[in-house]
């Protein structure tokens, strides 16, 4: 569904019998609000939610200004979804995360390296995908070579870092970018990019809508790597 004008999103946050309006089993909305789903044979067979749009700007908004051979995607959520893109887009792509786990799945999914939270790095990179916030922020400005970008996504540990670090980001000449979700448009050629490489969104487990609880109580774990699909007869 599509909210006009402000990318592709729920068209309702509200509630309907005691329901969120992503665990019902109908919605209203206008007709102007809705995609069809590709149906031919190399179409998505899953939701291409809107974390998955927002690793694709997170992308876009990072190559606007100059080529992006390698990337550091920051946060295991958006990062998951940035690695399979990021090397369907031929970049060379680095993740970081304090969970050893999670950096083995990254490695699996197509990241060259997966590196702990903090950890220096063979070299410097033209751009950063900071959704962590405070806790990442400085080892985030101190991975980008002269003139990298560093595109914000969310801060998940708290949006005050304890020092901005504005010398090094003037005197470096980098670029700080906030970007979510995306445009309609930016949705149209995210389908039409996963459609010729084949990518598709990370998925970690597929429930009967029935089980949106066992599906909860994982999330609130945190033992995810990719989204939770909840299905309907």
């Known amino acids: 569904m599509y909210r006009r004008n402000q990318g592709f999103q729920r068209a309702s946050a509200g509630r309907s019998d005691g329901l969120p309006a992503s665990q019902q089993s109908a919605r209203a909305a206008r007709a102007s609000q809705i995609r069809s789903r590709p149906t031919g044979p190399s179409a998505p067979r899953r939701v291409v939610s809107t974390l998955f749009g927002t690793a694709a700007r997170l992308s876009n908004e990072a190559t606007l200004s100059r080529s992006m051979p390698s990337s550091l995607p920051s946060g295991m959520q958006v990062g ?28 699996e999914l197509g990241a060259h390296q997966a590196f702990e939270n903090g950890a220096r790095l063979p070299e410097r990179v033209d751009a950063v995908m900071e959704t962590v916030g405070a806790a990442t922020w400085s080892h985030s400005l101190r991975s980008l070579r002269q003139g990298g970008s560093v595109v914000i996504s969310g801060a998940t540990s708290g949006p005050n870092p304890k020092s901005t670090e504005l010398n090094r980001i003037f005197f470096l000449q980098l670029r700080v970018i906030g970007s979510t979700m995306g445009t309609r448009e930016e949705l ?17 487990t597929v429930l009967p809508l029935e089980q949106a609880r066992d ?8 033992d995810v790597v990719g989204k939770i699909v909840l299905t309907r007869p």
């Open 80 to 107: 998951m979804s940035r690695i399979v893109l990021g090397r369907a887009a031929g970049y060379r792509v680095w993740v970081t995360s304090r969970d050893g786990a999670k950096r083995e799945r990254a490695v």
């Open 215 to 222: 599906g909860f109580a994982k999330l609130e774990q945190g």
């Open 188 to 204: 149209e050629r995210l389908i039409r990019f996963c459609e010729t490489t084949g990518v598709r969104p990370v998925v970690d």
